[in-house]
């Protein structure tokens, strides 16, 4: 079954956001298969987030999720990669739909609460990463 990494910022658990992150998971009928709270490292973020090493935010982006722990997840479900981030929205909250966790809860680009995976590979890929010793079955 398909499954995508979903992870809490560190201004999503600071704001107590948690709870209600999961419940818009859990009622759109996906299955919780990983939870951790973790406090990641410089070199975990950059690792993550190796595909943006280019990009000017880069440094903000590696000090942003390094900056308080957050909360990695793995979701299981039929459509689990894209209707995760249908449910998440666009990357800048600016344009995010009401309705979304970012249209909801975001304003700015650089603090918008919530990262998904964005490919059935990358999932994939990051779900090795943070979850080294693998999730339920
Ligand atoms: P994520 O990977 O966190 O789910 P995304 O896939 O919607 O977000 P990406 O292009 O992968 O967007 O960017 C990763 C993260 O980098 C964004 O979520 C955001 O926190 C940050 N970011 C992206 N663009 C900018 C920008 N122009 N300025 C500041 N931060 C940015
Ligand atoms: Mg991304």
């Known amino acids: 079954m398909e499954q995508s990494f979903i992870m809490i910022k560190p201004d999503g658990?600071?704001?107590g956001l948690v709870g209600e992150i999961?419940?818009?998971f859990e009622k759109k009928g996906f299955t919780l298969k990983g939870?951790?709270?973790?406090?990641?490292?410089k070199s975990f973020a950059e690792k993550?987030?190796?595909d943006l090493s280019a990009k000017p935010f880069f440094g903000g982006l590696v000090e942003y999720v390094t900056s308080g722990p957050v909360v990695a997840m793995v979701w299981e479900g039929k459509g689990v990669v894209e209707t995760g981030r249908k449910i998440?929205?666009?990357t800048n909250p600016a344009a995010s739909a009401p309705g979304t966790i970012r249209g909801d809860f975001a304003i700015d680009v650089g603090r918008n609460?919530?990262?998904g995976s964005d490919s059935v590979d990358n999932a994939k890929k990051e779900?090795?990463?943070?979850?080294?010793?693998?999730v339920v079955d």
């Open 35 to 41: 939870l951790r709270l973790m406090q990641i490292e």
């Open 13 to 15: 658990v600071q704001r």
């Open 22 to 24: 999961i419940a818009r």
């Open 88 to 90: 998440i929205g666009a």
């Open 127 to 134: 779900i090795a990463l943070w979850f080294p010793d693998g």
């Open 113 to 115: 609460v919530i990262h």
């Open 48 to 50: 993550h987030y190796a």
